[in-house]
């Protein structure tokens, strides 16, 4: 418990350190490869989230999810790639192959979905290469272009409000 406040505090000095204003994103990018970063305690509905996301119009091998648990059992098969603070180390670094993928994939957007400001979290969706990141507005605005405010369990209510002003931004039709 301690090793984990402890590490904890090491992550945030760590993002502290590395934290820099978001990249303006390109005004010609249109949106079709999506990555979901969701934190497991918030928010359970991941399936119907992703289902809402297939009816606005995106295809379901265009959609990728990570999820963020407070731990992992290796015996449990989960349904979703998933990490915990064990597969990041004391400096900041991935240790699970399945994040360093995550992160390094070029998405034409990353979703963002928690309201808590979590170290593994925030590490996460700073290192992605995403091109246009969206996220709650609780969360730093360093570390999204676009924030929604509304609540984490009304997800249809982020996913409309989040094709209307894509609409408007061109990013998609």
Do not use: C
């Not at 918030?42 to 119907?48: D, G, H, I, L, P």
């Not at 990041?88 to 192959?97: H, L």
């Not at 570390?143 to 929604?148: A, R, T």
């Amino acid at each position: 418990m301690f090793l984990n406040y402890l590490k904890n505090y090491f992550l945030k000095y760590t993002l502290k350190n590395k934290w820099r204003e978001v990249v303006p994103f390109s005004s010609g990018l249109t949106i079709t490869s999506i990555g979901i970063l969701i934190d497991e305690v918030a928010f359970k509905e991941k399936a119907a989230l992703i289902e809402d996301l297939m009816a606005k119009g995106f295809q379901a091998n265009a959609i990728s999810i990570l999820v963020h648990r407070e731990t992992i059992n290796p015996k449990i098969p989960y349904p979703f790639a998933s990490y915990s603070l064990e597969s990041i180390d004391w400096n900041g670094n991935f240790k699970d192959p399945v994040v360093t993928q995550f992160v390094n994939q070029e998405f034409d957007m990353l979703i963002s979905y928690y309201k808590q400001e979590k170290s593994a979290l925030l590490l996460v969706t700073e290192s992605s290469k995403a091109k246009f990141k969206v996220g709650f507005s609780s969360v730093n605005k360093r570390f999204n272009h676009f924030m929604i405010t509304t609540a984490i369990e009304e997800y249809r209510v982020f996913v409309n409000e989040l094709i209307k002003y894509l609409k408007i931004l061109n990013k998609i039709k």
